[in-house]
């Protein structure tokens, strides 16, 4: 479906109000929990095709469930545990399966530690013999099962050991492990935040052997936090961050083999300054894929390991004028062909390569994006994906042949689909919503998409917002600089045209993003419903440089981070500020993160446009971020010092004329409160007067108790006082 062009035409995709609001949404019942959606949580295919499991947690009686339902029919068949049952503990936050399922790590007592990462107590459960272990005393990271369950590696204080479930034995795989110096087994912070995983480990096929990384990061800077805590002197946090053109971790790759307890370091090849970011074994069991990535990140080696001669060959490579992205979507088939996903002919796109790294086919093309592999059914010789397909702000679920050919879309509803399928390719799962519909649970046939039966539709929060008579959010597009931008619009819900009404625009911005989707509201839609409450006309606009729009689009702002996105915010705001019913006096921006940069930016570098804006956790310059984020899009201080320089808010703090709100955690791992501290300090003397919050020991997200509601209420009043 083609979204028509802005002014010329808007779609509604709610329906308007017809009676006069009843109810005003609060920002206690957004932070309250007023409009939790119901959901599947934990949801896994069981291996018959037939059944799946979903965790249950009855926080009522304060007990932890996987329970254990029929696919066709939906019934209930029992639970395959139950902590009620379960002395030892009373509930469990997460759940994993061994491969025969016949034994369930239970995961208590997690302590975050950043993004993705965490340690805790983990408990075994032997399925059939309903006997539960403790794993250690210890507090570990990772456990993970080997292929016949019957031993699990983990780590434990940056070393990876190996227990056996039948003896109890535990082996001490590596020991140089060290805080601030060397990791053995998971990743470092910068890999953690920037390639999204934890586990740097995994087993073989057979379960003879474990390939692992090792970050030496003794030569890596050090930053420091303070933690304010509630004792009477506060402490610090130190830990290894890397910022744009310093020293990364030297990473290496090593295979320890259970047989003979020795470990070897595998020689990838004449690689200088390099990162690897994935590393998966094939079915083979002596053959390990590793991809290594230069510190550029636009060439990219896929490389196959003879764990037996230690040899390493190059299969496959990607380069790009920008930079080649890193996905989970290396999938190998029982032949060790495998699938591969790349953006090499302008959008993201499945292709098939045989084992030596000859390519078999191209298996979907066109002007669209493939936005999730799903798998592939060897029976039927399908694979399964979500693309853009039908429209860069819309997902589908589709199937096609691995020869390109009978492509099927499986899903119906326009809006967003996401699915889960059954181990067999059976069924589906399908997750569906769109701006008017929160969530739909239903079982679909995987082989034509055709419903089976309805799961849950969150009917009864659909019934419930109805008292707050919700404005529409109005999908469009509008024209700005040469491109079609897709935007959402909420208005009041008595919104008269012959009035003037204040415009709050929120943009995220960062490359490869998306804030305007057909999708159904998140806590900050309901914060924009409360500020159309109040008289504000709410818009988001996806610039150059956001995603889903084909590599070009996205890559337009390489090392010039912040340039081209804020052209298009302007230009939109100006555009907008045209239209009768806006005042172009009062137009203000707002964002978070990447979107605090833009909006610091925007009230400085559009100070004609802009007359307020607010800015949480931003930053302020571009060398004050990490290596791998930032030299993806910038490359290295050293080589961009004007890329770095000229789009950084810190060099254009005189500009300032509006109205600022400028907020941060001070316990940010990521995006460091130097940022902000950096920006005061410029702007304190440039003489210009701002409003700022610091919230003690918070991170990035800011949150916990009530620091989320406390915010959004500053961010509410400061918009009532300015806008």
Do not use: C
């Amino acid at each position: 479906m083609r979204i028509p062009k802005f002014v010329l035409t808007l779609f509604l995709v709610g329906t308007s109000a017809i009676y006069a609001q009843e109810k005003q949404v609060t920002l206690e019942d957004i932070w309250g929990g007023t409009f939790g959606q119901e959901r599947l949580e934990s949801l896994k295919s069981l291996n018959n095709g037939t059944q799946y499991i979903v965790l249950n947690q009855d926080r009522k009686a304060g007990t932890s469930s996987i329970d254990v339902f029929d696919y066709k029919s939906g019934d209930k068949k029992g639970s395959l545990l139950n902590s009620l049952d379960l002395p030892e503990l009373s509930r469990f936050q997460s759940y994993e399966l061994s491969a025969d399922e016949n034994m369930v790590l239970l995961a208590t007592e997690l302590d975050k530690i950043y993004r993705h990462s965490s340690k805790g107590i983990f408990y075994i459960y032997d399925v059939k013999s309903k006997e539960l272990k403790k794993l250690s005393e210890k507090k570990v990271q990772e456990p993970t099962f080997s292929p016949d369950a019957s031993k699990v590696a983990y780590v434990f204080e940056n070393n990876l050991f190996v227990k056996d479930l039948s003896t109890g034995k535990e082996t001490q795989v590596t020991k140089d492990g060290k805080k601030n110096e060397v990791i053995n087994g998971i990743t470092d912070w910068v890999y953690e935040e920037e390639f999204a995983f934890v586990r740097a480990f995994d087993w073989n096929a057979d379960g003879t052997k474990i390939a692992f990384l090792r970050f030496d990061e003794v030569d890596v800077p050090e930053f420091s936090m303070d933690i304010i805590g509630s004792d009477l002197y506060p402490t610090a946090s130190t830990f290894k961050y890397p910022k744009a053109g310093e020293a990364n971790a030297n990473v290496s790759l090593h295979i320890y083999d259970l047989k003979n307890s020795k470990t070897n370091e595998v020689s990838l090849g004449d690689y200088k300054d390099f990162y690897i970011p994935r590393i998966k074994w094939t079915n083979n069991p002596n053959i390990l894929s590793a991809q290594v990535l230069n510190r550029h990140q636009n060439n990219l080696d896929l490389i196959f390991v003879n764990a037996e001669k230690n040899e390493a060959q190059v299969l496959l490579n990607e380069e790009d004028a920008a930079y080649v992205d890193i996905t989970d979507n290396l999938t190998f088939l029982d032949d060790n062909s495998f699938i591969w996903t790349s953006e090499k002919d302008g959008y993201n796109h499945i292709y098939h390569y045989d084992k030596s790294g000859k390519l078999l086919n191209r298996i979907t093309k066109g002007d669209w994006e493939v936005t999730d592999y799903y798998g592939f059914n060897p029976k039927t010789k399908r694979i399964y994906f979500q693309s853009t397909e039908n429209g860069s702000v819309n997902r589908d679920v589709y199937s096609i042949k691995t020869d390109g050919s009978k492509k099927t879309r499986l899903t119906e509803k326009t809006g967003t689909n996401n699915a889960d399928f059954s181990a067999d390719y059976t069924f589906f799962i399908n997750t569906f919503n769109n701006t008017t519909t929160p969530n739909e649970y239903t079982l679909h046939n995987a082989e034509n998409g055709k419903l089976v039966r309805k799961i849950k539709d969150n009917s009864a929060l659909k019934e419930m917002e109805k008292a707050f008579d919700f404005s529409p959010k109005e999908l469009s597009t509008i024209e700005i600089n040469g491109n079609e931008l897709n935007m959402w619009t909420i208005k009041p819900s008595d919104f008269d045209a012959t009035k003037k009404y204040p415009l709050l625009m929120y943009q995220y911005s960062g490359p490869g993003s998306q804030t305007v989707s057909n999708s159904y509201a998140g806590s900050n839609d309901y914060w924009y419903q409360m500020l159309a409450d109040l008289g504000y006309i709410v818009v988001s606009v996806d610039g150059r440089g956001t995603g889903f729009k084909g590599a070009a689009f996205k890559k337009i702002t390489q090392n010039e981070l912040g340039k081209f996105e804020l052209e298009d915010q302007i230009a939109a705001a100006k555009k907008l500020g045209e239209l009768d019913y806006i005042d172009s006096e009062r137009i203000g921006i707002w964002g978070w993160s990447y979107g605090g940069f833009m909006s610091t930016n925007a009230i400085l570098k559009g100070n004609d446009v802009f007359s307020m804006a607010i800015a949480v956790a931003p930053v302020s310059s571009w060398r004050f971020y990490d290596t791998i984020y930032t030299e993806r899009y910038m490359t290295t201080p050293q080589e961009n010092a004007s890329g770095y320089d000229e789009n950084s808010p810190i060099n254009h703090v005189e500009k300032l004329k509006g109205k600022y709100l400028l907020v941060h955690g001070s316990g940010d791992d990521n995006v460091h409160v130097q940022n902000s501290m950096r920006l005061i300090e410029a702007l304190v003397q440039a003489n210009k007067q701002f409003d700022w919050a610091i919230y003690p020991d918070r991170n990035h997200g800011i949150y916990g108790g009530n620091t989320r509601l406390h915010l959004y209420t500053k961010m509410t009043n400061f918009i009532k006082e300015n806008l």
